[in-house]
């Protein structure tokens, strides 16, 4: 079989079109496609995925990365983040996992850091897949047909060779660390992104790519109806899309919102766009507001734009970047949209109060009720 056609894709976009390899040494690109097109030989579609995940990570750019969701099969239980941690989710709640086949996750996460792309926090991020994926955890020395997942409950999950499902079944392309994919974890009881709650508006953002510009200028002309009041915004587990979208909103509370304290929600599934809204919101609101919850999926500055190739030999899916976005100092360069470019502010740094997961929201609820 082999994928030489899926090894050419990633060669030609790492080295000509993805700017965020400019800072890769070219001989270092050249001995790492070297290694792929001798891996892309192979019928073992798991082991040319891995080596591609590590070709696309050199760029250390979370936008930059092999996808291999939609081409593997993975153990029959969701494994996500949660405070930095691996959970499995059982009977709809998130257990801590203690050990896999006798394998504590602090280095099975260190064996496959040069195949995940981005911040640390990011890579973090993307791990979950892996401890479910077998070919993942033979990489990093979990041997045996069958899976024994030790749980900080005292259950023990286990898992035989033929007991596998499609990955994409429980890990979407673009994951939110939701404990169903289906569901959103942080959605509002009122269904919608607004609700007034104990004297606040509460501000849910699940994601910027379902929602429109009018949908956030009738959220910023239902809170006109009581400006004073404090604000939660929600961005946790919210991957991204088009921030220029929410401007309706930025705009309104930097020059009509009348309340003094804003709490924005973040975890390690907030990205790219996602972010982008919280460093506009701590500009224009500035003291007034404050960062809860844990590290954000990226760096200030990163590689975005760009889009997806599909592999199709092997299955998955090849993001790559095009634009530089640069909101810790607020520089452009030649890639930098200009949509991008007329926005750009620097803030320096995001100051986030770290928060355990559970006690995330009654936290950002007291400081928006000036407690």
């Known amino acids: 079989m082999g994928f030489h056609q899926d090894a050419k894709i990633i060669e030609e976009i790492v080295q000509r079109r993805d700017p965020a390899f400019v800072s890769v040494h070219a001989g270092q690109q050249k001995e790492a496609l070297r290694g792929l097109s001798a891996s892309a030989r192979d019928a073992d579609k798991d082991a040319f995925l891995l080596a591609a995940m590590g070709v696309v990570a050199m760029a250390g750019n979370g936008h930059s990365r092999v996808i291999p969701n939609l081409a593997i099969d993975v153990v029959p239980h969701r494994i996500v983040m949660r405070d930095a941690d691996p959970v499995m989710v059982v009977d709809g709640a998130a257990v801590p996992i203690i050990s896999v086949n006798g394998s504590v996750p602090g280095p099975l996460f260190e064996a496959w850091r040069h195949l995940l792309a981005g911040s640390d926090t990011r890579q973090r991020m993307l791990s979950g897949i892996m401890m479910a994926w077998p070919a993942a955890l033979r990489v990093a020395g979990v041997e045996g047909v069958t899976l024994h997942y030790a749980l900080a409950d005292g259950r023990n999950i286990t898992c035989a060779s033929d007991d596998r499902v499609e990955a994409a079944s429980l890990y979407p392309v673009s994951d939110n660390g939701f404990l169903d994919p289906n569901h959103d974890d942080y959605a509002l009881a009122s ?142 360069d030649a890639t930098t949209p200009q949509i991008i470019a007329r926005d750009l502010v620097g803030i320096e740094a995001l100051d986030i109060v770290s928060v355990p997961e559970a006690s995330q929201l009654p936290t950002a609820m007291a400081f928006a009720q000036g407690h």
């Open 191 to 332: 269904g919608s992104m607004v609700q007034w709650q104990d004297g606040i508006w509460r501000i849910r953002i699940a994601g910027l790519k379902d929602v429109n510009s009018a949908e956030f200028l009738e959220l910023a002309q239902r809170i006109q109806t009581r400006r004073d009041a404090g604000l939660v915004v929600d961005l946790r587990g919210n991957t991204g899309g088009d921030y220029t979208k929410a401007r309706p909103l930025i705009d309104w509370l930097a020059k009509d919102w009348r309340g003094m304290h804003c709490a924005i929600l973040v975890n390690g599934y907030t990205f790219s766009a996602a972010i982008v809204v919280a460093v506009l919101l701590v500009h224009r609101l500035g003291a007034r507001v404050q960062l809860f919850g844990s590290d954000v999926g990226d760096t200030l500055a990163f590689y975005a734009e760009g889009d997806t190739a599909p592999l199709h030999q092997s299955g998955g899916l090849l993001r790559y970047a095009s634009g530089w976005h640069d909101w810790q100092s607020g520089q452009a």
